[in-house]
């Protein structure tokens, strides 16, 4: 049976699709009239965005573009001055003394952009990293203020992979509009020499970079639709890499041979990004040979212009000379606008993205009402609540009333999926109610400021962080209440942790992450008892516990539990377990199914009513 097995192909990755809002490319029902619309645009809101994080570098970096391009109109203006003594007759070194004065306006002209350009760089460094980092910060504060239930619509982590890449692509925005800006300033005072030694030449050259530009937009349009179409699939990627490569869950990856298909989950994901990539080459190839062909039509034409005005002598070989420079100039400043355009353009549909992305986060940040819940929390009730997920069929609550006050302990019991890890997001307001209220002190919680709802809450989830900070931050996190570790230690003796953090290599300011050089691991019970201990130094009205002790040893579930009724007297205690024997603490149990609370009551009284808790009991004492 294993041979067989062995034998049999694994599964491909699973194709993703979804549908909604976020399942439309936003590019797709663009024109190409609104899409190039936008530059001027995406222009404007990089200039924002750069005059926000250094207002002076911005400041120096318009300067050295309008150098730059005053320096490019004075040096054609010399060329032209220049070249009429040189190309005129006489001896050469009365015709070098009389074209010098002009030869050093040129030399002086083309110090002066090389000056610029070397500033407009500095400035550049200036702003682009901490306008990453400020877009970055933006992103991860906007996913961390975002209300918990909208990671929960379909395409939201999605469209955070889309908004991850506007974050990448702020590297190179600035560099991107700089140039541009330069280009088009280069472009229009080397263009107005031009028109003034011939006017035909200008319409000619700009026909000639048209086609190449009407390209670049195309081909821009092309790789962001192929970028958009593997969002899906680069997202799961990355967590399939992050998964595969982080170092605690080596062990389930090697010892339930788990490499090879992992390996191939990654490699077959990647080669169907690949395939959509190359499927676009094809595109992007016609795009490029129309485009080079229609602007090689103008361009010779450009050229047979200037060469039939010299061979008929209709310019002078002096101005000739100049418009051969210019034309040069013009045409590499209307090539580099051409790329450094799609280059703008290209940022354009990752910052929409990025900026889609925060704006969507922003109406789902929490907007409840100013209502300000203090302590002591006296009672919590719950009225008629209900709950779905979005997407779901069956609510996840289901019409639940129930009465908490300070002093008791309340244990929530039931099999896996009957809601009870979703009744405790309703009552500490992670989520909303759909239907009912949750009233705290009187006061609803879709009406009360959630900060003061969490200050006053101490939640240990099931899926607790194992955070890669000191085991002092790891138990304040980063909210001391002094300068005293005094706190600090009392927690971490409630949960029978001091003797294993006095024995680490730093005690509370060892490093709790193995991969860091300097940093050690704890065990996965050891962990639970840090969690544990996070929630018992905020000493908050609210404690909740979702199986807080699954990874401990019996001794230390023991001792977690009889501190927790030791504590119980000034706070609101909710313990969900599904290890029965430990809800003899509680002063009240309620059991859930479906949704529902279908029995509830003392531990003596359900383990006699015969109901949902005696058989779940048994059937925990019999194994």
């Known amino acids: 049976m294993s041979t067989s097995t062995r034998t049999v192909p694994p599964p491909a990755p699973a194709e993703i699709n979804y549908s909604g809002h976020y399942s439309v490319n936003p590019l797709g029902e663009a024109s190409f009239r609104s899409l190039c619309a936008q530059l001027p645009r995406v222009l404007g809101r990089i200039t924002a965005m750069a005059w926000a994080i250094d207002r002076r570098a911005v400041l120096l970096l318009l300067t050295c573009q309008v150098a730059t391009g005053v320096s490019a109109a004075v040096l054609l203006t010399a060329t032209a001055?220049?070249?009429?003594?040189?190309?005129?007759?006489?001896?050469?070194?009365?015709?070098?003394?009389?074209?010098?004065?002009?030869?050093?306006?040129?030399?002086?002209?083309?110090?002066?952009?090389?000056?610029?350009?070397?500033?407009?760089?500095?400035?550049?460094?200036?702003?682009?990293?901490?306008?990453?980092?400020?877009?970055?910060?933006?992103?991860?504060?906007?996913?961390?203020?975002?209300?918990?239930?909208?990671?929960?619509?379909?395409?939201?982590?999605?469209?955070?992979?889309?908004?991850?890449?506007?974050?990448?692509?702020?590297q190179v925005m600035v560099m991107d509009a700089q140039r541009f800006t330069s280009a088009l300033i280069r472009m229009v005072t080397a263009g107005a020499v031009v028109t003034v030694l011939n006017p035909l030449v200008l319409p000619l050259l700009l026909l000639a970079v048209a086609p190449a530009a009407v390209g670049a937009v195309l081909t821009a349009r092309v790789d962001y639709d192929t970028h958009y179409a593997n969002i899906a699939d680069r997202n799961v990627r990355g967590m399939t890499r992050w998964w595969a490569t982080t170092p605690k869950y080596g062990d389930e990856v090697r010892a339930n041979g788990m490499t090879d298909y992992l390996l191939y989950w990654y490699r077959a994901l990647s080669e169907r990004v690949d395939r959509r990539t190359l499927a676009a080459a094809p595109r992007t190839l016609r795009i490029a040979l129309s485009s080079s062909f229609a602007g090689g039509v103008f361009l010779t034409a450009t050229w047979g212009l200037l060469a039939w005005l010299a061979v008929t002598g209709r310019v002078a070989p002096a101005v000739a000379v100049t418009a051969v420079v210019a034309v040069q100039t013009t045409l590499s400043a209307l090539s580099q606008l051409v790329m450094e355009g799609a280059a703008v353009f290209h940022t354009s549909l990752y910052l929409g993205d990025m900026q889609a992305f925060f704006d969507h986060a922003a109406e789902r940040a929490p907007r409840r009402g100013g209502a300000v819940v203090g302590e002591p929390v006296e009672e919590i009730r719950l009225e008629e609540v209900s709950y779905r997920y979005p997407g779901k069929d069956r609510a996840a609550v289901d019409g639940i009333s129930l009465a908490l006050r300070r002093g008791e302990i309340l244990a929530v019991v039931g099999v896996n999926g009957s809601g009870k890890s979703t009744l405790t997001r309703l009552i500490t307001g992670i989520y909303l109610a759909d239907k009912g209220r949750v009233v705290w002190n009187g006061t609803d919680l879709a009406d009360a400021d959630p900060a003061t709802v969490w200050d006053n809450t101490g939640l240990v989830p099931q899926i607790f962080a194992q955070w890669p900070l000191r085991v002092r931050e790891n138990v304040t996190l980063g909210q001391p209440r002094s300068h005293d570790d005094g706190p600090v230690w009392d927690a971490v003796e409630a949960v029978g942790m001091r003797e294993s953090v006095e024995e680490l290599p730093a005690g509370l300011d060892t490093l709790l992450a193995r991969?860091?050089?300097?940093?050690?691991?704890?065990?996965?019970?050891?962990?639970?008892?840090?969690?544990?201990?996070?929630?018992?130094?905020?000493?908050?009205?609210?404690?909740?516990?979702?199986?807080?002790?699954?990874?401990?040893?019996?001794?230390?579930?023991?001792?977690?539990?009889?501190?927790i009724k030791a504590i119980s007297a000034d706070r609101i205690t909710i313990v969900i377990t599904h290890r029965l024997e430990n809800t003899r603490i509680a002063d009240r149990i309620v059991v859930m199914d479906r949704g529902r609370i279908t029995e509830q009551g003392t531990y003596d009284d359900l383990v006699h009513a015969g109901g949902t808790f005696a058989d779940l009991l048994r059937l925990s004492q019999d194994r």
């Open 81 to 170: 001055r220049a070249m009429t003594p040189l190309l005129g007759a006489g001896a050469v070194a009365d015709r070098l003394r009389a074209a010098l004065p002009a030869l050093v306006v040129v030399a002086c002209a083309s110090a002066t952009a090389r000056t610029a350009l070397a500033v407009a760089r500095y400035a550049e460094r200036r702003i682009t990293p901490r306008l990453m980092t400020a877009t970055d910060t933006t992103l991860v504060e906007a996913v961390c203020r975002v209300e918990a239930a909208a990671c929960a619509v379909d395409g939201f982590s999605d469209r955070q992979e889309a908004a991850e890449m506007g974050v990448t692509r702020t």
């Open 515 to 563: 991969e860091i050089f300097g940093g050690t691991e704890l065990s996965g019970g050891q962990w639970q008892r840090l969690a544990c201990s996070r929630a018992l130094y905020r000493r908050p009205p609210l404690l909740i516990l979702d199986e807080p002790t699954s990874q401990m040893d019996p001794h230390g579930e023991h001792a977690i539990f009889e501190h």
